[in-house]
Every structure is written in C-alpha cells, then in structure tokens.
C-alpha cells in the first residue's frame, strides 16, 4: 500500500496554508480520474477547491462515502527545525504540515478509493474540501446536486487509527462593547468600552457552570482574542473579543448564546460567525458494530469515543441524507497543528489496508 505513502508526501510538499488547495484537489483528481472515476473540481474562490468524485453507474444513495480537507493550518518556517513543506520520511515519520491533520487520511482514503475500483469491488463516493480549518468553509458551498445520499460517512481526521463516532458542536462568537470615546486624561467623561468587555471576559472566563455531556464530555468556552483602543490618552469607545465554544448533546448554541450573554451583560452584543452543530453516532447502530471491527478490530466492544474538535461531518450529514459518521485516520491526534507536524508511516499503511478491507465488506446499495 505504498502508493498512499506516496501521495500524501506529495500532498504535503503542496502549500495549502490557509488556501492554495486548487493545486492539491488537481493532484487527487487526476488520480481518481486515471482510475476511471468521474470526477468534479468546483472552485468557487481563486485558488480554493472542492473534489466529488464516483465511480460507476450514478445512483441517489451510495454505501459509503469518504471525506477529507486539503486545507491546513499556518506554519512559521522560523519555528521549525525542518522545511514544513518537506515531505519527506525519517525514523518512520512523515515530516510536514498536514501529514497527520490530514494529508495521509486523505491519501489513505484515495489508495483504497482506486485500489477498490481495480479490484471490480464498489468504491466509495469521495469528497474533499477546502477550508474546514476555518470553519467547514468549503463543505458549505458544495453543489447539493453532486452528492449521492450515502448510509456511512468516513472522516480522515487525525485518529491514530482509532475509531471516533462524533464530536462536539462549535460555536465562534464575536462579542462587541460599545462606549464613549474621552481624552485620556478625563476618562470620566467617556465610558470605557474595553474595560466593559474585559470584566466580560473574566466573567466567561471565570465560568465554571458548564455543563457535561455523558457521551461528548464538558461544554468549553475559550476567550481566544481581545482588540480595543488606538493609544494611551483616549478612552476607548469599541471593543471585540471572539469565543469559541465547544457545545454538547442537552447543550446547543442557542442554550450557549444564553448563557453567554448573562454573563456579558445587556451591553455587549453577541453574533455567530460559525455555528456547527456536533455529530453523534450509536455505537449499537445496524451495521455499526461490523464497520468497527473492519477498521479497528477490538472496537466494538469499548466505550465509543467523541472528538472535542469540530469536522465537516457537521455540514455533510445534512447534505448527505443522515449518514452514520466515522472519524478515522492514520495521523496522530496530539500532532495536530503543532510545530514539526509528523505521521507515523505504518500507521499510513495500516489505515489504508483498513479502508480497503471497509469497501470489501460492505455491500453495494441498490441503485436508483
């Protein structure tokens, strides 16, 4: 299975920081179109990309489909000790950018892909994206049209190789204060608007009533940035911070937005920038337990496992007429958009030999 290896190094040596995935959809489309798949690359922004791709008679529901993104995070090469981009193998790790969040996935998704479509098996509907990173950007302008409904969705994020069914919701926030601008040295006759915002993040920050979820664990709040003012000697008559909230199961965005703006006060307002709802699926579903074994022998019988980090799994299954959702992947969740980003080889193998042994075993949905 050593083409998977292969294709994710060249996905890494691609730069697709924050954007540039055109060129990386273009190298996976060309795989899949030389393994007589039907492929479409949409590009609704210069340079940023999304890949569907089939392989057989269209039909309206599919077994299987897998899901990755080709966008990463940013990489300061000054912060590195080697070139981020590099690619290359050493002591059994993939070095770069992406190798484990999420170019091996996406690799390992697109080898048992092709490897299927040789062997005369079904092969799976694939779908790539652009910038999930920055809130499932892509995902959310895909042509409904050219989505087959599908019964199980696998997801190529960072796993180890584990298997994940769900994760929490995320909710970004912008929360904005208002006051009135003074020269510094009357502040009494302003009103302070980053002084307000600030005791408003204390308070959120502060906040110890979140509540826990049996499946997906506690609901989270991060205050993540704060601006305000323009210098010293004038008060400050606007303030922002962002928050990012990690919802759960009983505990959704708009039970969030509540008690958030408790805690804020009347005087600061609150609007959504992301809004993901989180995805669960039963462990005990029909089928479920099989899928499980196929990719992670031993699983079926352990506790199911949530993810805290969102996926465009929380766009795709409306998009997908409600599938069962699996998160699996052969990168390492704790590299996930660290400093010197690496991926175990082996575990490259191994996801791509467990997906191609997924497509062996399930049967093809009747068409139609």
């Excluded at 509907?125 to 950007?137: A, H, I, K, N, S």
């Amino acid at each position: 299975m050593g083409d998977a290896l292969e294709l994710a190094r060249r996905l890494v040596r691609i730069d697709t920081r924050g954007g540039g995935e055109r060129r990386a959809a273009d190298v996976v489309a060309d795989v899949l179109d030389r393994a007589g798949f039907a492929v479409r690359v949409d590009e609704p922004a210069e340079g940023r990309a999304n890949v569907v791709a089939h392989h057989g008679p269209k039909a309206a529901r599919v077994p299987i489909t897998f899901t990755g993104h080709l966008d990463t995070v940013p990489a300061d090469p000054s912060g590195w000790s080697f070139d981020p981009l590099s690619g290359d193998v050493r002591d059994g790790r993939l070095l770069g950018r992406g190798s484990s969040d999420m170019k091996a996935g996406v690799a390992c998704q697109v080898e048992a892909a092709v490897r299927a479509a040789r062997d005369g098996l079904p092969a799976p509907q694939l779908v790539f994206t652009f910038g999930e990173e920055t809130g499932c950007d892509g995902a959310a302008v895909l042509d409904p049209a050219a989505l087959a409904a599908t019964d199980l969705l696998i997801v190529a994020e960072p796993t180890g190789n584990r298997t994940v069914l769900g994760h929490k919701g995320t909710l970004w926030l912008k929360a904005t204060a208002r006051g009135v601008s003074a020269h510094g040295s009357r502040p009494e006759l302003g009103r302070n608007a980053l002084a307000a915002l600030a005791a408003a993040a204390v308070r959120v920050h502060g906040h110890a009533g979140w509540p826990v979820s049996p499946t997906h664990g506690p609901a989270t709040v991060n205050v993540g940035t704060f601006h305000s003012g323009v210098q010293p000697n004038l008060v400050p008559d606007r303030a922002e911070m962002r928050l990012d909230v990690r919802t759960v199961p009983g505990f959704g965005a708009d039970e969030a937005v509540a008690v958030i703006s408790g805690l804020c006060g009347e005087e600061v307002e609150l609007e959504r920038l992301v809004d993901l709802p989180g995805v669960a699926t039963d462990p005990a579903s029909p089928g479920m337990p099989e899928v499980l074994e196929l990719l992670a022998p031993g699983s079926s019988g352990v506790a199911p496992e949530y993810a805290t980090y969102f996926t465009d799994a929380s766009v795709l299954v409306g998009l997908l007429g409600g599938p069962d959702v699996v998160i699996y992947g052969p990168g390492d969740p704790e590299q996930a958009h660290v400093t010197d980003e690496t991926c175990s080889v082996a575990r490259i193998d191994a996801a791509a030999e467990a997906l191609y042994r997924l497509l062996s075993a399930r049967p093809r949905h009747a068409e139609g």
